[in-house]
């Protein structure tokens, strides 16, 4: 399987985890700002959280994890938590927008 293909079925992935509080999956949320799929399939990824406090970081991420390392292909997952740069709604895709009320 290609790394492309690899990485199309991550985001598909990702697409299924929710902030408990957001209605809106964190893709979706432009919470994750890289995926990278290293030769040996390893999934790397990126991401940052609506607010730094966010009680419910430890569950995401942990989701996350988990549901990437099902990803076919896929043989590991690494979740790196970074907050730059600093989240705002205009990293959210146009129907997260739409979910929320900010179109």
């Known amino acids: 399987m290609e790394k492309f293909e690899i990485e199309e ?4 992935m ?3 985890v929710y902030d408990p509080e957001i209605p809106v999956n ?4 432009g919470l994750i700002y890289k ?4 030769d040996e399939k390893d999934a790397i990824i990126d991401m940052t959280l609506t607010a730094p406090n966010c009680p419910a ?5 942990e989701d996350i994890r988990q549901k ?8 590991s997952a690494t979740i790196n938590l ?5 989240w705002d709604k205009d990293m959210m895709s146009e129907e997260a927008k739409l979910e929320l009320g900010f179109l």
């Open 9 to 12: 079925k991550i985001v598909a």
């Open 14 to 16: 990702l697409k299924t």
């Open 26 to 29: 964190v893709y979706d949320l």
């Open 35 to 38: 995926i990278d799929v290293t």
């Open 57 to 61: 970081a430890d569950f995401i991420m």
């Open 68 to 75: 990437v390392e099902s990803v076919e292909g896929v043989r």
């Open 82 to 86: 970074v907050f730059e740069p600093e």
